[in-house]
């Protein structure tokens, strides 16, 4: 019998992820100036304010309120009506030195023997149903929400004439919802329901004060936006998609547009937003699992985000060398020791045949050196490499390499540096996974 399966995400504009993105460029900013920086950043946004707060051990300065505004103003709150702009908000400051007790766990000497940042235990997942390993509710999910950011920032489609000119009415804030159709063996049937809400301008004005003029304003506007929707929006999301997920949009496909009518007021004036409150959206969308800690606004040797990108790869590479169709992946540690405390592997009974999963823990044993200081090394984490992570999800992404460059009053020049992002993605390990389990 088939059953549904639901995953959401939020565009770079919604509260939470506003949040996230913040504490993510501070990072990259430690970590461009002084790559050993400790930093655990925490933002808060609301109406007209941003709070920034944490630990930060580092021999670098940085122009904190400057990138902070410019950060928001690129996200696209750049106008005094949404009530919080990158012009005219206020920052609060309240970073102080990470703690010495933790300190002591962590920096030592040799890099191999640094200690994990803080107990805990943290996930990988990998599924064959998608190109990139992902979960489809949540890839689709992503892909809406990006291509929505896309249009947003082109100006051309979804839009108005105001003035004799043309003006897109998308706004940064927005949220998308995708539910699948599985079949028994685990496998997507169709894609079922889509959820699109997303903030707009109050584009079509009442014709007078009364009720029933803004009733009918509304109205109009929600007409609007769903014929945009379907005949922008999800053209341009499906012609970017394989042939085989393409095959799953049908007629029946159910589609809610801005549910509650109306999305003007929206962004930290009508939410208030919080660093690591978007988790799941970052992951895997509700499958698998997740250890509960945060990623953004921390360097990498809190495992709660390193020891998570590397289960990841290490999901990813062991599904696409083909040890299992699905895949997750464990692994826990305590507070300042370099070993982890245990890997466990869950396959959902879809591993190659004379393959267990405690087999497969003990090959991750041998195959991957899954102390924190191995995992920064391995994986390049102590580059700027993390405001990209911050919004669309962290796992699924396409490993490339950039150059980023940082700039501030403080330095005497503009730094410039190649970076690879998204290095946990990268299939480097298929064969010799192969070669260590036989697969030809």
């Excluded at 998608?130 to 489609?157: C, W």
């Excluded at 250890?291 to 020891?307: C, H, L, M, Q, T």
């Amino acid at each position: 019998m088939s059953y549904l399966f639901t995953s959401e995400s939020v565009s770079e504009g919604h509260p939470d992820k506003v949040a996230d993105q913040i504490s993510d460029t501070l990072l990259d900013e430690f970590l461009a100036r002084d790559p050993q920086s400790h930093v655990a950043i925490e933002t808060l946004c609301t109406t007209g304010q941003v709070v920034v707060a944490g630990e930060v051990s580092s021999g670098a300065y940085v122009d904190l309120h400057s990138t902070v505004r410019e950060l928001i103003r690129e996200i696209g709150y750049d106008r005094g009506a949404y009530r919080f702009d990158g012009d005219s908000l206020g920052i609060l400051s309240a970073i102080h030195e990470q703690s010495c007790d933790i300190n002591r766990g962590v920096s030592r000497g040799e890099q191999l023997q640094q200690g994990a940042g803080d107990q805990g235990m943290m996930f990988g997942y990998a599924v064959d149903e998608t190109d990139n390993y992902m979960p489809l509710s949540l890839d689709l999910s992503h892909l809406l929400l990006r291509e929505l950011a896309e249009i947003r920032r082109e100006g051309q489609e979804m839009s108005y004439y105001r003035k004799g000119k043309l003006k897109t009415y998308l706004r940064p804030d927005a949220k998308s919802q995708v539910t699948v159709e599985y079949a028994d063996d685990r496998t997507p049937l169709r894609v079922h329901t889509i959820v699109i809400s997303t903030q707009h301008d109050d584009f079509i004005p009442a014709l007078d004060d009364t009720e029933q003029a803004q009733t009918r304003a509304d109205q109009e506007m929600l007409e609007r936006i769903r014929k945009d929707v379907e005949e922008v929006l999800l053209p341009r999301v499906i012609s970017k998609l394989p042939e085989k997920v393409r095959a799953l949009f049908d007629d029946k496909l159910v589609l809610h547009v801005n549910p509650t009518g109306k999305f003007v007021l929206g962004g930290p004036h009508a939410d208030t937003g919080l660093t690591g409150r978007k988790i799941i959206v970052d992951t895997y969308g509700g499958r698998g699992a997740h250890g509960g800690g945060a990623f953004s606004g921390k360097d990498p040797s809190k495992v709660d985000r390193s020891a998570a990108y590397a289960c990841r790869h290490i999901a990813k590479n062991m599904v696409a060398a083909g040890v299992a169709r699905e895949m997750l992946v464990q692994v826990s540690y305590a507070i300042g020791k370099a070993e982890p405390i245990n890997i466990f592997v869950d396959t959902y009974g879809t591993a190659r045949e004379g393959i267990d999963d405690a087999l497969i823990a003990e090959k991750i044993k041998e195959l991957f050196d899954l102390r924190p200081g191995a995992i920064e090394s391995a994986l390049k984490l102590r580059k700027p490499i993390y405001r990209e992570t911050a919004s669309y999800g962290h796992m699924g992404r396409e490993p490339r390499t950039v150059v980023k460059e940082f700039a501030s009053r403080y330095d005497k020049a503009p730094l410039s540096m190649e970076v690879e992002l998204f290095t946990w993605e990268k299939l480097d390990m298929t064969e010799r996974i192969k070669e260590a389990f036989g697969i030809a």
